[in-house]
C-alpha cells in the first residue's frame, strides 16, 4: 500500500476566532477582577491594570472551540485515491478540564479515502478547532477521529497525539518531561493492525528526514 504524507507544523493563520459579544466579555473580565482581588494582589498596579482585559481575551481565544462547529470545516472533493494518506506534526494546545492549564503538543493523522479526500488545510483546522476547548486528551483524539469519520466517511481514520501538560510540570509532582501520547483507531485501523504499522512506520521515515 503506498502512503501519501505531508507536513503541517505552522498554526493555521486564517482560522477564525470567535470572541463573544461585549457583553459576555465584560462579565468575564469582572470575574478575573474579582479573582485577582482574592488573590491579594492589587489591581491599581500598573502590572495588573490590564490584566483582567488580557486574561478575559486569552480564555475566549483558547475556549473558541467550543463556539464553533467542526464538521463544518471538512470540505470535501471527489478523489480515485484509496490508500493510506498521513497529515503529520500539527501543532496543538488545549485546556485541562481539572486545572484549566494548557496542555500541547503534536498530532498526526491519517486516512484511508473512501471516494472522497480533504484539502490539506482541513486537518490542521479540525485539530486545533476541536482542541481549543477544555477537554482531556484523550477524550480530543477519539472526538477527532470520530468527527472525521461521521462527516467525510473514509474507510477508516488514525489520530495520534503527544502532549505536554502544564497541570503536571507545575503543580503536584511536578514532572517536567512528562509526556502522554494517546491514540485512536477506526474503521480499516481497527481491523488491520498491519494497517497502523504502516502509518507509525510513515511517521518514522518523516522524522528521519527532518
Do not use: W
Not at 50 to 66: C, D, F, I, K, Q
Not at 202 to 209: R, V
Request: aromatic share 6%; glycine share 6%.
Amino acid at each position: 500500500m503506498s502512503v501519501m504524507f505531508e507536513s503541517a507544523v505552522r498554526h493555521d493563520r486564517n482560522m477564525p476566532l470567535l470572541l463573544s459579544d461585549e457583553a459576555e466579555t465584560g462579565r468575564l473580565e469582572s470575574i478575573i477582577r474579582e479573582l485577582i482581588t482574592e488573590l491579594g494582589l492589587d489591581l491599581a498596579d500598573q502590572h495588573f491594570a490590564g490584566t483582567p482585559a488580557r486574561v478575559a481575551r486569552l480564555y475566549r481565544e483558547l475556549t473558541r472551540g467550543s463556539r464553533m462547529d467542526p464538521a463544518k470545516i471538512l470540505k470535501t472533493f471527489d478523489s480515485k485515491h484509496s490508500e493510506l494518506i498521513v497529515v503529520s506534526d500539527i501543532n496543538f494546545y488545549s485546556l485541562c478540564p481539572h486545572h484549566l492549564l494548557i496542555y500541547r503538543g503534536k498530532m498526526h493523522f491519517g486516512y484511508v479515502p473512501q471516494g472522497k479526500i480533504v484539502g490539506l488545510s482541513k486537518v490542521p483546522r479540525l485539530i486545533q478547532t476541536m482542541a481549543s476547548r477544555p477537554i482531556v486528551q484523550e477524550d480530543l483524539v477519539s472526538e477527532i477521529a470520530d468527527t472525521f469519520m461521521s462527516v467525510v466517511k473514509p474507510l477508516g481514520c488514525v489520530a495520534r497525539a503527544t502532549g505536554r501538560h502544564d497541570c503536571v510540570v507545575v503543580r503536584g509532582v511536578k514532572c517536567h518531561e512528562a509526556r502522554m501520547t494517546t491514540v485512536a483507531l477506526r474503521g480499516l485501523f481497527r481491523e488491520k493492525p498491519s494497517l497502523v504499522t504502516e502509518f507509525h512506520q510513515a511517521l518514522t521515515k518523516i522524522e528521519s528526514n527532518t
